[in-house]
């Protein structure tokens, strides 16, 4: 759809919604903190399921950054952001994925209380952007993709703090690896929802 005036027809751009900007700007700070503790306690920790979720925060902050430059823009354009951000998704699931066969044959066991005490904190943290970011949940795909990203991190703290019980009860490094691999498997099938979504969006943008 366009705007036509007597300068002739531009593209539509939506009205920035300010509160949504906040929003996103809240959440970019909070997943960059958090990439921070994470990264130091999932090393401390020698978890494999805090490590993988230390770089979703990290790529969570870059996808909150991108769709703060995006707004605003056309529909052409956040497409395109979406499109980017669900590529890194999948490349953020496959590596997890990757992380888990590692450590299938080379892993020793974690620490359940460090993972625990982190998994709780990484929960209070999502928890908060993704109430913050539910009303927002079924707007174009730029939106879906924000939306994806902190509820598939809040599922995968909740996941943590289960892998640390696990590992707790049986003294071995397999509830770690496990949860690690289902949120590899989140992250991709979470990918593919906005890869498709962002296609049908370029489509239309291209009319």
């Known amino acids: 759809m366009s705007d036509c005036c007597s300068g002739g027809c531009a593209p539509a751009k939506p009205v920035v919604d300010r509160r949504y900007r906040r929003i996103l700007w809240i959440a970019l700070v909070v997943n960059a903190l958090m990439f921070v503790v994470e990264l130091a306690g999932g090393w401390r920790a020698g978890s494999a399921a805090l490590l993988a979720d230390a770089v979703d925060f990290l790529g969570d902050a870059g996808n909150y950054a991108v769709s703060l430059l995006v707004l605003g823009a056309s529909l052409g354009w956040r497409a395109r952001a979406a499109m980017a951000k669900g590529l890194t998704m999948a490349a953020y699931g496959s590596f997890v994925l990757a992380k888990v066969m590692w ?105």
């Open 103 to 207: 450590d299938t044959a080379n892993g020793g066991v974690p620490a359940p209380a460090v993972m625990g005490a982190i998994g709780l904190a990484a929960l209070l943290a999502n928890g908060t952007v993704a109430l913050l970011l539910y009303a927002y949940r079924d707007g174009d795909a730029n939106m879906r993709s924000v939306w994806l990203c902190t509820r598939n991190d809040a599922i995968g703290n909740l996941a943590v703090m289960l892998a640390a019980l696990g590992v707790f009860g049986t003294g071995t490094r397999w509830p770690d690896l496990m949860v690690a691999a289902v949120m590899g498997g989140l992250a991709v099938s979470a990918a593919r929802q906005v890869i498709h979504q962002a296609r049908g969006e370029l489509r239309t943008a291209e009319t």
